[in-house]
């Protein structure tokens, strides 16, 4: 029996999140929520332009307005806040310019803060914002990735040489000798993936407060990563890492989108230093659609061969992408190109593959890591190519999968674009996937409402997903970012647990996840346990949340801490029952006999006499209830989990709208440790793929301005949108860890819009129209038609 299987546990139980009655009754934590004494609020006056000098700010009436405290220009602010360059030197030839917290002598995109007004109250900064005058001296803006790199172009930083920020590129197996095999049937395509950006309910906010007296930085922040951030405060502010804390309370939402160093939160800190007094900044919605950074900028020209029989020979992917005018610092801008290589053709079976990326610079706002980074990109491109290659053979699309994908006693093994995988399913999932769909059934009825001119498709996609990335990811360059992370699991006198975790809850249930797993390792109700995360002063050292990392890196940690102090708990009940330690267990918080389950101890009466009469136990017995342990993935660079995807929906070929039906998602992210959580982050991530690939798109003019800049352009699917999203479930857990979870938070997301893409030309397949250029908007889709 393991330690996850034992009487009592909680691992794959359905528990209700601890902070669901404190978050609903209102008694939420957020960075607004706070107020501190002498608080003040900044404003950012914003570039107009996407590329543009300045000449000259006129701030002298700002100065005199109302609440006003300072007034502060990039250039003042450069000499109390060093630049960053977001480079890491695994990605070879990635490039950057060093960006400053505001703009010192030229803006680069449409949106990057100037000037910052500091005043009394929130309104009062911005009525002050509104008096400044800027003398601009436009600039030609790079606009449009396809002629980035032309001789002709600009070039944006003319230090770096050229607008190419980062190429990379990959060749695997003998693609070469694939395409041109005799029997080959070669199928390509023209792929593009919007940009578009994540909506947080939560806007981005820091509130920072540099004490004079202590020479200390207290940051409160919504971010998942408050040890990345405190390295990048100090480093920047000239602090030691000593003299910064960062406390991250409830978050309402991330996606990615708060993992990164952004120019004005930076800023704040700064301001705060400079001060010597609270500073808040919380960004509302207009300034977030400009600021947040984007993601998904993709095209990609692809092609694949394929045999008559089936067979899948070779994909061969070309992938172009525009990152704004600077690499995010620290995580970079060209992980995302650097993921679609990684990624594209990753569950089949293939003789060759080659596949480059090109990252280019442009005046837009930056793009970076967002939820399922590169993954629904590399998604759509190969499982539609293997749409393609299933109608150029006259296949279905469900067989072409069985006799492709990589199978499942294959493994360990190593895909042409170099990944390791331990342990997959795909065989399983999409076994599971189709009972659940009752996909021959579905097929039927396609077949028969086509006869009465109803357009039905259905769309299949399978699909990696990488999660705990290990040390190798970030190891070098930039700001430090941690791959391990830590769990404390400490015993107070009532028998109850503290514990403390590195990772940080952003809303997806972290909290309920380590309180059942501290349960299950110590052998306690999971109403006993209190759970404490985002705040360097008190939790271990960890990396915070991103990348599915919580459960299998945070989770392990949380683990091997509580075996650690139920191992201590045991040795001193073993002493006051004059019992072998091996004999005895804890069961709902009672120290039993291991072989008869008979109550001998209550943790509270052990919790007693450790902390108030250790003088009545054996002067050279251990007695320290506290554990901590720190764990980091060391044989695997990620451990990737997978499963597949199906959409059902209904085009109306007289109006281009598409109808969802149904959607299907399995997933294989090892242990499940709550289902009903699993199950919400599925269902939330498919919402977010579907989003890029039906409605969200950061649409620009050609002179850098963004034309999708609020809620009323921008479009969010909505519950009236979406369809019931249907939950399965396979388990191989990886034998890195003991608990033997993976991650399932961007699972959803890595492979919805592949599944629609699919379904949508499925419907259109009688017609000979096709759409490959995400959000399959009603206007692309009658395009396709020849209606308009």
């Known amino acids: ?18 902070n669901a009655r404190r978050l609903v009754a209102g008694r939420g934590a957020y960075v607004d929520d706070l107020r ?5 609020h900044v404003a950012f006056l914003r570039s107009p332009h996407a590329h543009a000098r300045i000449l000259a ?24 806040c060093t630049p960053w360059v977001g480079v890491l030197h695994h990605l070879k030839g990635l490039k950057s310019a060093p960006q400053h917290a505001m703009a010192v002598d030229r803006a680069c995109w449409q949106g990057e803060p100037v000037c910052a007004v500091v005043a009394r109250s929130r309104a ?19 606009t449009d990735m396809e002629t980035a790199l032309d001789p002709a172009t600009p070039v944006i930083h003319p230090d770096l040489g050229d607008n190419l920020a980062f190429r990379r590129e990959h060749v695997g197996g003998d693609p070469d000798a694939a395409f041109a095999d005799p029997e080959a049937v070669v199928v390509e395509a023209t792929f593009h993936t919007g940009r578009h950006t994540g909506v947080c309910l939560e806007g981005r906010s820091i509130l920072a407060d540099w004490n ?79 600021s947040d950074i984007h993601a998904r900028d993709h095209r990609l020209r692809a092609r694949a061969a394929v045999r008559r029989d089936g067979t899948l020979l070779a994909m061969e992917v070309d992938d172009l992408t525009g990152i704004g005018p600077y690499s995010v610092y620290p995580r970079t801008s060209a992980v995302e190109g650097n993921q679609v290589v990684n990624l594209c053709g990753g569950p089949y079976v293939l003789k060759g593959y ?40 006259g296949m279905d699309p469900a067989e072409i999968r069985r006799r492709n994908l990589i199978p499942d006693d294959a493994y360990p093994c190593t895909s042409l674009s170099g990944m390791r995988f331990e342990a997959l399913s795909h065989h399983k999932c999409l076994a599971r996937l189709l009972e659940m769909m009752d996909y021959e059934r579905l097929r039927a009825e396609q077949a028969e409402l086509r006869k009465h001119g109803i357009h039905r498709g259905i769309g299949l996609a399978c699909f990696i997903e990488l999660t705990n990335p290990s040390p190798f990811m970030y190891g070098i360059g930039g ?66 949340t991103w990348a599915s990392r919580g459960a299998g890196i945070g989770g392990e940690a949380m683990l091997q801490a509580g075996l650690a102090l139920k191992e201590g708990i045991l040795a001193v009940a073993g002493a006051m029952l004059q019992a072998r330690p091996e004999t005895l267990d804890i069961r709902g918080g009672v120290v039993v006999d291991r072989a008869s389950g008979a109550e001998r101890l209550p943790l509270e009466e052990l919790g007693r006499v450790v902390y108030f009469r250790g003088d009545t136990l054996p002067r050279d017995l251990p007695r320290e209830l506290v554990a901590t342990r720190h764990w980091t993935p060391k044989e695997y660079p990620f451990c990737f989990t997978n499963g597949a995807q199906a959409s059902y929906l209904e085009v109306d070929v007289e109006t281009g709208f598409v109808r969802l039906l149904g959607h299907w998602c399995v997933e294989d992210c090892g242990t499940v440790i709550n289902p009903m959580l699993v199950e919400e982050q599925i269902r939330g991530g498919v919402v977010q793929g579907i989003g890029g690939a039906l409605f969200e798109h950061c649409v620009y003019s050609p002179e850098g301005q963004l034309l999708s800049g609020s809620l009323a352009d921008y479009l969010v699917p909505m519950s009236g949108e979406m369809p019931d999203i249907h939950v399965g479930h396979v388990e191989t857990p990886t034998r890195e860890s003991a608990l033997g979870a993976k ?6 997301t890595a492979g919805a819009p592949a599944a629609v893409q699919n379904a949508i030309n499925d419907a259109l397949r009688p017609f000979g129209a096709r759409v490959l250029a995400q959000p399959f908007t009603p206007a692309r889709i009658l395009a396709a038609l020849g209606r308009i």
């Open 354 to 393: 080659r596949a480059k990326t090109t990252v280019v610079f442009q005046n837009k706002t930056p793009t970076c890591q967002y939820r399922a980074v590169g993954h629904p990109i590399a998604t759509a491109v190969t499982e539609g190519l293997v749409d393609l290659a299933a109608e150029a053979i």
């Open 743 to 748: 991650g399932a938070g961007e699972a959803g």
């Open 1 to 18: 029996m393991s330690e996850i299987d034992r009487p009592n546990s909680y691992i794959g139980r359905s528990v209700p999140r601890p």
């Open 36 to 40: 501190l004494p002498r608080m003040a």
């Open 124 to 142: 009062e900064a911005e009525d002050a914002a509104a008096l400044i005058r800027v003398d601009w001296e436009e600039l030609p803006a790079v």
């Open 479 to 544: 700001a430090r970012i941690s791959a391990m992370d830590g769990a404390t699991v400490r015993l107070d006198p009532d028998g109850s647990l503290a514990v403390a975790s590195g990772v940080t809850e952003q809303g997806q249930g972290t909290e309920a996840i380590l309180a059942q797993i501290a349960a299950t390792a110590v052998g306690v109700p999971v109403e006993r346990v209190r759970v404490v995360t985002g705040d360097t002063e008190v939790t271990p050292y960890g990396g915070g």
């Open 212 to 290: 004079p007296a202590e020479e200390r930085l207290t940051v409160y922040q919504s971010t998942q990563a408050p040890h990345m951030m405190q390295t990048v405060f100090a480093r920047h502010l000239g602090l030691r890492e000593g003299q910064v804390r960062v406390v991250c309370k409830d978050v309402g939402g991330s996606y990615g989108i708060k993992v990164h160093v952004y120019p004005d939160e930076v800023a704040t800190a700064a301001l705060s230093k400079m001060l010597g007094r609270p500073v808040k900044f919380v960004a509302d919605r207009i300034e977030g659609m400009v």
């Open 57 to 80: 700010i006129h701030a002298e009436e700002a100065r005199r307005a109302p609440g006003v405290i300072r007034v502060v220009t990039g250039r003042e602010l450069a000499a109390h």
